[in-house]
């Protein structure tokens, strides 16, 4: 997939003291050390824009001063920086990306640079050029990882010419400067799941939602081509599940008067007849906006906006096509709106919010670590994140309810395409076991999210515009989830590896899953007769990672849902901010000093593995031989909480030996939920 050019010069230690970024160089002898020919392992594709020699990375929040020597590279799609430091993999095991090496960062991931002069930072501007000297760079990317550099050894201009490069590299102003334009690798169009074999649906045409729709046994709704060309919205899929009773003309009529076009949108639906619907506010701004007096006998007057006697035509379309969501009920009862608008976060507010919280979990250095460390409560309380989580999964505890008790529920908000996102898939996960599973996890993202149209490129900031609003809305999401996985361990397929792999995967700029706005730039992106975009999903693990690390995806405790989950009510979700917690995986795994040896949920879930395996083994009735033996349980001492985002001397044969042991078991096991052993079977299972 790659090639890799390396200097056959290798050194005998690659680290170097340090005081600061204003010491003096270092004496000639110690000059010769660093590695004067490194080049980076490329895609095909990929080019190289801009080098530094003899660069120093310095170690991550740590009391030991000391850094790391090699050459930094800034090319098409990555900044990467090669050391000639070797290890051994089978001793250091860690999850690797097929695309990514340990020391790069792809650069839809860079969020701020800054500048160190001396004691202090200075951030610079995308996009413009830096005249003076550069000694040291600051490099903040969006999933909290930091690195830093000096460049006091370098030959003069090398950091200048490398911070220029990087400053208009990893901020374009056009969405075809994205590596996923230049990437020239062949892909087949085939999903490579290394786990369940089966695709994940992409709703790009009728034949998915048509699926889901059967699936659900939804009725009272049916599937349209409206939006054939995007004629009606250009955020929505061309094919659209609305209401019956709802003639297209009447909805071409009602788009007009709902911001973004987008009136009531089916998402979901349960046997008894309950749907959940997403639609987003009236327009405001409407030239044909007038007073329209209503009299009594009217369908319109049973619907649940009647504010006044005396609405605007906007109101009146919106009651309309509330009326047309009650008649798609079996019982005819009244949709339950829910105004998100009233309690959830604007992107405006979340944005602030990850920025308190970044700086929190992303300290640059141990000074400023233990500063927050004494007051950590206070300034995770001060960023208001877990606050935000907290309202998210209360509203989608809500609208399960409403669902469960058969009322039809219609999420409103804005635009009707982020905080709805947010609820509507939360709301589905906790009534809809499917939804709990790897594939229905995808399924959902790719209907609700990526073609129901979140605005990723805009709010992942893939293309640089200062008018535009970013805000990690899908990290919102996904940490709502892990909140689900704490609290009900035995009820998701996924881990919270999965999760974590998941956000990492939303900056790199190959898989057009994250790459776009919605579904009329992602169509106009393949047929452009200049340059066609290869489309990739992320979906397709195995462009990534080996098919150990992807077993890591998997939980050893799920428990397969009853046949018939409909009539189960939804998770019992608890919502207070008392009962959440931070997703120290995600956020603090680039910190070494926070990672525990031997402790955390790792070991928890090496072990489950480990038992699952050799229950399955007994079950099958198959010999183990002495080279599939896993290594002694107390030998898990050696690995850390952060695993497998972290590298720790030793731990790497434990790791790879538990992990040959258990993955062909899983994954032979997740071909069918027939094969899954019940949570309860590790406590009953025979000595």
């Known amino acids: ?101 340990e020391y790069d960062i792809c650069l839809s991931n860079v969020d701020a640079l800054y500048l160190h002069v001396g004691d202090k930072k200075r951030s610079l501007l995308p996009g413009k050029n830096v005249s003076e000297k550069v000694k040291g760079l600051v490099v903040v990317c969006k999933n909290m990882r930091v690195m830093t550099f000096s460049f006091k050894f370098s030959p003069l201009g090398h950091g200048r010419n490398l911070t220029n490069a990087l400053l208009h590299h990893a901020f374009p102003k056009r969405h075809q400067l994205l590596f996923a334009y230049d990437f ?32 659900t046994g939804g009725i009272g709704w049916r599937l349209t081509s409206i939006n054939k060309e995007f004629k009606m919205a250009a955020s929505l899929p061309e094919w659209i599940v609305v209401p019956s009773s709802a003639s297209d003309p009447q909805l071409l009529e009602a788009a007009r008067h709902f911001r973004g076009g987008r009136p009531p949108l089916w998402c979901w639906s349960s046997p008894r007849g309950a749907a959940l619907v997403r639609m987003s506010d009236i327009q405001p701004f409407l030239t044909d906006r ?33 009326e047309t969501v009650r008649k798609s009920h079996p019982r005819l009862a009244q949709p339950k709106v829910m105004e998100l608008n009233k309690d959830v976060p604007s992107p405006r507010e979340l944005q602030v919010s990850f920025v308190k919280l970044r700086d929190l979990c992303a300290p640059e250095s141990i000074r400023q670590f233990w500063a927050q460390d004494n007051h950590f409560l206070s300034i995770l309380e001060g960023s208001r994140w877990l606050h935000y989580v907290s309202i998210c999964l209360a509203k989608a505890h809500e609208a399960a309810l409403g669902l469960h008790n058969d009322f039809t529920v219609v999420l409103q908000e804005g635009d009707g395409y982020d905080m709805c996102c947010v609820v509507a898939s939360l709301a589905q996960i906790l009534i809809d076991p499917h939804y709990r599973t790897i594939i229905g996890f995808q399924s959902l993202v790719q209907k609700e999210w990526v073609a129901l149209g979140h605005p990723f490129c805009t709010r992942l900031g893939h293309v640089y515009n ?34 974590t792999t998941l956000w990492d995967s939303a900056h790199i700029s190959v898989f057009e899953t994250f790459l776009f706005d919605c579904e009329r730039d992602r169509k106009l992106a393949m047929s452009d007769p200049n340059n066609p975009l290869t489309i990739r999903p992320v ?15 998997s939980n050893p405790l799920y428990t397969p849902p009853p046949p018939s989950p409909y009539s189960l009510p939804p998770l019992q979700v608890q919502t207070g901010v008392s009962s959440l917690q931070i997703w120290s995986q995600c956020y603090f795994r680039f910190i070494p000093s926070m990672e525990i040896i031997g402790g955390g949920k790792p070991q928890v879930d090496l072990n489950c593995r480990l038992l699952v395996s050799q229950i399955d083994q007994l079950d099958r009735g198959i010999p183990s031989s002495p080279s599939q033996l896993p290594p002694p349980l107390e ?32 994954n032979t096991s997740f071909l069918s939920s027939e094969g899954m052993l019940d949570s309860q079977s590790i406590l009953n299972a025979p000595d």
């Open 1 to 101: 997939m790659f090639f890799s050019k390396m200097s056959d010069k290798r050194l005998t230690n690659s680290f170097k003291s340090y005081v600061g970024f204003d010491d003096e160089p270092l004496n000639n002898s110690a000059e010769e050390s660093f590695s004067e020919q490194l080049a980076p392992r490329c895609l095909p594709g990929e080019m190289v824009i801009a080098e530094a020699t003899h660069v120093l990375l310095f170690s991550p929040v740590s009391e030991h001063k000391r850094g790391k020597s090699g050459s930094l590279i800034v090319t098409n799609f990555k900044l990467s920086f090669v050391t000639t430091e070797e290890y051994d993999k089978d001793e250091m095991y860690c999850q690797e990306n097929l695309l990514l090496g």
């Open 539 to 553: 979906w397709d693990w195995g462009e990534q990672f080996s098919e150990r690390d992807v077993s890591l995806f």
């Open 290 to 322: 007038r007073s329209v007096v209503v009299t009594g006998g009217s369908d319109i007057l049973n619907s649940f906006r009647p504010d006044t006697a005396s609405w605007t035509l906007p109101r009146v379309k919106e009651n309309t096509m509330l």
């Open 466 to 499: 200062m008018e535009t609003q970013e805000a990690p809305v899908f990290l919102l999401f996904l940490d709502c989830v892990w909140q689900l996985l704490e609290q009900f361990p035995g009820e998701f397929q996924f881990t919270e590896t999965y999760l």
């Open 635 to 666: 030998s898990l001492s050696k690995i850390g909480s952060f695993f497998p985002f972290s590298r720790r001397a030793n731990a790497g044969p434990v790791a790879a030996a538990l992990l040959s042991v258990s993955s062909l078991t899983l």
């Open 184 to 215: 020239r690798e062949p892909y087949d169009d085939f999903q490579r799941d290394l786990f369940l074999r089966f695709p994940t649906p992409m709703f790009h045409d009728p034949g998915d939602w048509g699926q889901e729709l059967a699936r």
